[in-house]
């Protein structure tokens, strides 16, 4: 791998380490690379998390007292909530990437310990002030160490913003509970709706969208990490909603 000025330059697939990429598209002057063994496609180069962090810092002038559409936000994040109560009633939830802290109050509401992880400080400034009943991180997630393990994490359209999404799977691996469960949302490569020309798709959004999944590639990332696929959602767009078990295999026994 090698620094540019816009980030590191990738000989390999970030999600499997195929060295078979290549050209796939170009949005905005942002070369998108894609994988031919797993379907991946990402920036390349690709910047580095710490900026992409900082990318997100004043976004769509998020402050302590503005967030875009927060009323159907809200809204959107009951309903959802309601639809994965059986998941969440009585139990601690953590969302990953929570911005502006919508579906930590409604899991809160729906009688969860509720805890939001943001990297942007707009974002949380403005939870902390509208939900003050539950607990706030702002923090990177590659930074984030909880004191015990949670039994449910909830991870919407933040594993796209990902340079390496390797080391999510660690923190929802350190961080969930055996049998606990995760829901991940994520614009989807494969989805039959996309238009005839992939690059008028908005899942396309360098810089910001730095890789996109198919629902293939993403199932074999998750199982990697002992998630095993439970349910999927229906959607109409051109995104995937699923659910996965945390079910940890033992480590080898050493001869």
Not at 170 to 199: C, M, R, Y
Request: with cysteine; proline share 7%; charged share 20%.
């Amino acid at each position: 791998m090698n620094e540019t000025p816009e980030g590191i330059a990738l000989h390999a697939c970030p999600l499997c380490n195929s060295a078979r990429i290549g050209f796939y598209l170009e949005i905005k002057g942002y070369r998108h690379d894609r994988c031919t063994d797993c379907g991946f496609a990402f920036l390349n180069p690709m910047p580095d998390q710490r900026r992409l962090n900082a990318t997100y810092q004043g976004w769509r002038q998020i402050n302590q007292a503005f967030y875009p559409h927060a009323g159907s936000r809200g809204r959107k994040s009951l309903l959802r909530g309601l639809r994965l109560w059986g998941y969440l009633r009585g139990k601690r939830v953590l969302d990953v990437g929570c911005g502006g802290g919508f579906f930590v109050n409604a899991a809160r509401r729906l009688g969860a310990e509720a805890t939001g992880l943001d990297v942007d400080t707009g974002s949380i400034a403005y939870a902390r002030r509208e939900f003050p009943a539950c607990r706030f991180e702002c923090m990177s997630y590659d930074n984030y160490r909880p004191e015990r393990k949670f039994d449910f994490i909830h991870c919407s359209e933040v594993i796209e913003h990902v340079s390496n999404p390797h080391d999510l799977m660690k923190l929802f691996a350190a961080t969930l509970a055996p049998g606990g469960h995760i829901f991940i949302t994520t614009p989807d490569l494969g989805s039959p709706n996309l238009p005839a020309n992939v690059a008028d798709w908005a899942g396309f959004s360098p810089p910001v969208h730095v890789g996109l999944f198919t629902e293939g590639n993403l199932r074999q990332l998750f199982d990697q990490y002992g998630f095993a696929l439970v349910k999927k959602f229906p959607i109409r767009k051109t995104g995937m909603k699923l659910l996965f078990q945390f079910r940890p295999r033992p480590a080898p026994k050493v001869e």
